[in-house]
Structure formats: C-alpha cells, structure tokens
C-alpha cells in the first residue's frame, strides 16, 4: 500500500489531470484487490486442506 503514495507526488496538481490521477488510483486500487484476491483464495485451499487433514487424523 505504500507504493500507492508514491504514484502520485503531485497532489496539488488541478485542472485535466485529475481523470488520469483517478485512473491511476483506480488501477492501483484494482491491482491491490486482485492481489488480495488471489491470495484469500491460497488461504481458503489451505485452510480446507488443514481441516481435511484434523478429519483424517481424527478418524
């Protein structure tokens, strides 16, 4: 999320630029929750691999 801060130092900035700051912050905003998506899935495989391993030794 740091890198968010860094894509933009130019706050100040008005005018024609602002769509293109938004897309920038749109995409950066896309690519963190595509990220985050693709690893909450890692962890509902792991965490149903981990439960089908407690039934396995439980049985």
Avoid: C
Wanted: charged residues 35%.
């Amino acid at each position: 999320m740091e890198e968010n801060k860094a894509t933009n130092p130019r706050p100040e900035k008005k005018g024609p630029n602002i769509n293109e700051s938004s897309n920038e912050k749109n995409h950066s905003l896309t690519k963190t929750i595509d990220s985050l998506s693709a690893e909450l899935e890692e962890v509902k495989k792991n965490l149903q691999k981990r439960k089908s391993e407690n039934t396995t030794l439980k049985i």
